[in-house]
């Protein structure tokens, strides 16, 4: 975590994979009943969560991302089955790879959105970027290949 003073002017930069049914449809809603949310995040459009390569993530944060964002629809609506499922088993993978490399948590996050729920997309939105405002600029580096890396048993020595 950085000290109060730098993060007050920070604003982290967040990717956001939106699954088109749900929650691309939920920002959508969220535009349209004017529920504002703030514009750190940059949408990126998947046909389904299930789509998201643990490897996009990955190369967000080493392209200067602070945080990613997935978001699926809810468990039993996916269009493709089990797409969110699969989504959840990669985050949870992802999240093991990061904490190896010494990079919270907070920093990757699922959340179900449906496409009327435009109000819960701002909250989870804003409430990313008040986290993320909190932990600081990310200043861990991956490697550039983080799984083969941490499989390897190969992390960062402590700061
Ligand atoms: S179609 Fe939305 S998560 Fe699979």
């Known amino acids: ?23 691309y449809a939920g920002a959508d809603k969220a535009g349209s009943s004017q529920e504002p949310y703030p514009p750190n995040l940059q949408i990126i459009r998947v046909t389904c969560s299930g789509r998201v390569d643990p490897q996009f993530v990955l190369s967000c944060f ?18 493709y089955k089990e ?36 109000g819960k997309f701002r909250e989870v939105v804003t409430d990313t970027v008040e986290n993320l405002k909190k932990l600081g600029k990310l200043r861990h580096a991956l490697p550039l290949d983080p799984v083969l890396s941490a499989a390897a048993g190969n992390h960062p020595a402590s700061p």
């Open 1 to 23: 975590m950085s000290d109060d003073s730098s993060n007050a002017l920070f604003e982290p930069k967040i990717i956001g994979f939106l699954c088109i049914w749900c929650a």
């Open 83 to 118: 797409g969110n499922c699969r989504a959840l088993q990669r985050q949870r993978m992802l999240l093991r790879i990061l904490r190896q490399f010494g990079i919270e948590e907070q920093r990757c996050r699922l959340e179900y959105i449906s496409a009327n729920e435009g």
């Open 62 to 79: 080493q392209n200067g991302a602070d945080g990613v964002m997935i978001m699926a629809c809810h468990p039993g609506d996916c269009h």
